[in-house]
């Protein structure tokens, strides 16, 4: 707590909102639009929509936390609080592995500014230039999250007008180009692989990918001046903003696509770089030269962001333990995780050296924070589960409805996770199930409580991914389809419910007998005048 109360109270409503749209607004705008139109046709409006409202779901469980319990890096601490050791150790665990997504967005920017400089990128992998200069880029940005955060917040506001104009701007350019009139109807019709490639295309066409990342405020909740009124709003302006730039992107692409490329449906449609492009054939050479810049800084806000947030992750998995205390040193002048930022910057190298392409990247981090925010829900329901049987009073800052919103974006994150299809499950989750043996590996057996007590607590999210991973297998969602649809989703959602009252059980018993120590630090009780206890 001493290192907590060195961190900088410094941003507001407009800072925290600019951190998570920027967050999310990132290289996924323009790959997502041509995917979800390749996958659904122009059902994929549909798909920006459902994910929106889903995302919203679950980040009003994660706004319940940050605001009743703001901490530097606290969707890695919740989980640890609610559930114990186990868990919070395969959650952390994921987030440390989860530090690759930054280096997906580097990669990206690569890719993108091989444009200019075609050595930087060849075969779908980094050269030896194009890392010397990804690890360059890398240096920039851990330097410009060197000082204090108040400069960081600064820096990444005049980034997000940018990568908020550029988009718009597309949007207006593209429409202004000339429109095909019904194009919501012909070419196969408005679904014309059927209203079940909505779900494929929340996956396989990027929709999750780009929605993700609204979280980014929370992390940021220990840094707020006054983070009860602020994250919240923050986090759901975030989400509003970017899916509506999203659905303007995916209905510009929609209209101006020339009729020559439809010969073979949606399916035939395909781009390198598919605005940039597009813009080349629409004889938009001015957009175009915009799009190839912005394919460097929008990717480059998310880099710089994903960042900071990297840092705070680290600090806080150097407070739950897992890893060495030297890690979790503010520093008292900058207020900034130091330490953290260096470490970051190592693993963030690392990560590109073997994968180097975008896509291999994001493969394997992608459902990485979809598990935090499963585990997010399952720690909301359990500190309410809690008071409630301490008979303590509401905390502040509680948002009405999470008794039942809880279970809904437990179940929707696992079947995001889901959805993500066997080929890349199968190489994340048993990634993450390597968090069970690093627990044991770090378990002192001298330690109370025992280590079969804690194994018996956090046995529930252990049954979770052998679950997903065996109905993966099983599924049509790249599996073996011996499980039809939509059994297999169905299938999922029921287990999870399972799943998340035996985990909500598991954690108030957890907290029954934590030591005072071990329980998260709560905000007051709700004044009386205050509708959202």
């Not at 889901?418 to 001298?446: E, I, K």
Request: overall charge positive.
């Amino acid at each position: 707590m001493a290192e907590e109360r060195r961190l900088h109270k410094e941003l507001g409503f407009w800072s925290l909102t600019a951190i998570g749209f920027s967050n999310i607004l990132g290289s996924g705008w323009l790959f997502a639009a041509m995917f979800a139109a390749q996958t659904a046709g122009p059902a994929a409006l549909l798909s920006w929509v459902a994910a929106g409202v889903l995302c919203a779901l679950v980040a009003l469980v994660m706004v319940e936390l940050g605001a009743t319990r703001p901490e530097g890096g606290g969707t890695v601490r919740w989980p640890l609080y609610a559930s114990g050791r186990l868990v919070g150790t395969v959650i952390g665990w994921s987030v440390l592995l989860s530090v690759g997504g930054t280096a997906a967005e580097i990669s990206a920017i690569m890719q993108y500014a091989a444009h200019y400089l075609p050595g930087l990128y060849s075969g779908g992998r980094l050269t030896g230039s194009g890392l010397a200069v990804a690890t360059g880029l890398s240096v920039l940005l851990t330097a410009l999250n060197w000082f204090a955060v108040r400069t960081f917040a600064r820096l990444n506001n005049l980034v997000s007008l940018f990568k908020v104009l550029i988009p718009v701007l597309t949007v207006v350019a593209l429409f202004l180009s000339g429109t095909h009139s019904g194009r919501l109807t012909d070419n196969g019709g408005f679904a014309p692989y059927g209203y079940a490639a909505c779900l494929t295309a929340l996956a396989g066409g990027g929709i999750v990918y780009s929605v993700n990342g609204f979280q980014a405020p929370l992390d940021f909740s220990g840094e707020a001046r006054n983070p009860r009124r602020t994250v919240p709003s923050a986090v759901l302006t975030g989400i509003g903003l970017a899916v509506l730039v999203y659905l303007g992107l995916q209905l510009a692409f929609l209209f101006t696509v020339p009729d020559s490329l439809l010969t073979h449906g949606w399916h035939g449609v395909n781009f390198d770089s598919p605005f940039g492009q597009l813009a080349l054939v629409l004889n938009l050479h001015w957009l175009a030269t915009l799009l190839y810049a912005d394919a460097v800084v929008s990717p480059g806000g998310s880099a710089y962001v994903g960042v900071a947030l990297d840092a705070r992750h680290t600090y806080a998995l150097a407070k739950n333990g897992l890893l060495p205390r030297f890690f979790m040193r503010i520093d008292p002048r900058s207020g900034m995780a130091r330490r953290a930022l260096l470490l970051n910057l190592v693993v963030i190298i690392v990560f590109m050296l073997p994968f180097g392409g975008w896509q291999d990247i994001v493969s394997v981090m992608g459902d990485m924070y979809l598990l935090i925010y499963a585990a997010s829900a399952v720690a909301a329901a359990v500190f309410r589960a809690h008071d409630v049987e301490r008979g303590a009073p509401p905390a502040e800052g509680r948002v009405a409805g999470v008794h039942w919103i809880a279970p809904i974006s437990f179940v929707v994150s696992n079947e995001f996770v889901y959805w993500s299809g066997w080929h890349h499950l199968r190489l994340t989750l048993p990634l993450v199930l390597a968090g069970v043996p690093l627990f044991l590996m770090l378990r002192r057996d001298s330690e109370e409580p025992s280590r079969r007590v804690e194994l018996r607590d956090g046995a529930w999210l252990i049954f979770q991914l052998a679950a997903l991973t065996l109905l993966s297998w099983l599924g049509t969602f790249g599996g073996s389809g011996h499980l039809p649809a939509p059994y297999d989703s169905v299938a999922v959602g029921v287990i999870s419910l399972a799943v998340f009252a035996w985990a909500v059980r598991s954690g108030a018993a957890y907290l029954r007998t934590a030591p005072a120590t071990a329980l998260p630090p709560a905000a007051g009780p709700v004044p009386p005048n205050n509708p959202t206890g």
